[in-house]
Nanobody, 123 residues
Framework: QVQLVESGGGSVQAGGSLRLSCASS????????MAWFRQAPGKEREGVAA???????NYADSVKGRFTISKDNAKNTLYLQMNSLKPEDTAMYYC?????????????????WGQGTQVTVSS
């Protein structure tokens, strides 16, 4: 079975950077699309970035140019490099995967989820 574990979250000042990681097991990442989502208290879960089995990517407009999604298929690990962080980026960040090679940023498309890692950006 697929298991996903996020790490790398923390607290940072506005303008700072963080790199999130998602370690996966139970499947080969090259055969799955993977994505990052985030959810702030009282708000709906929103898509951040997605990457398919070939490495094609899709980003939410709010993070385009600041965040970079990537993966290491040999390590079955997904990454999210977050630069120029803003207070509005504060949220719980979740890793997700699905066997279909899709680049949609909608949570309903993804079957497998991690437990999340908290990112807090202070002004």
């Amino acid at each position: 079975q697929v298991q996903l574990v996020e790490s790398g979250g923390g607290s940072v000042q506005a303008g700072g950077s963080l790199r999130l990681s998602c370690a996966s097991s139970g499947y080969t990442s090259s055969s799955y699309s993977m994505a990052w989502f985030r959810q702030a208290p009282g708000k709906e879960r929103e898509g951040v970035a997605a990457i398919d089995g070939d490495g094609s990517t899709n980003y939410a407009d709010s993070v385009k140019g600041r965040f970079t999604i990537s993966k290491d298929n040999a390590k079955n690990t997904l990454y999210l490099q977050m630069n120029s962080l803003k207070p509005e980026d504060t949220a719980m960040y979740y890793c997700a995967s699905d066997p279909r090679w899709l680049l949609v940023l909608l949570p309903g498309y993804y079957d497998y989820w991690g437990q999340g890692t908290q990112v807090t950006v202070s002004s």
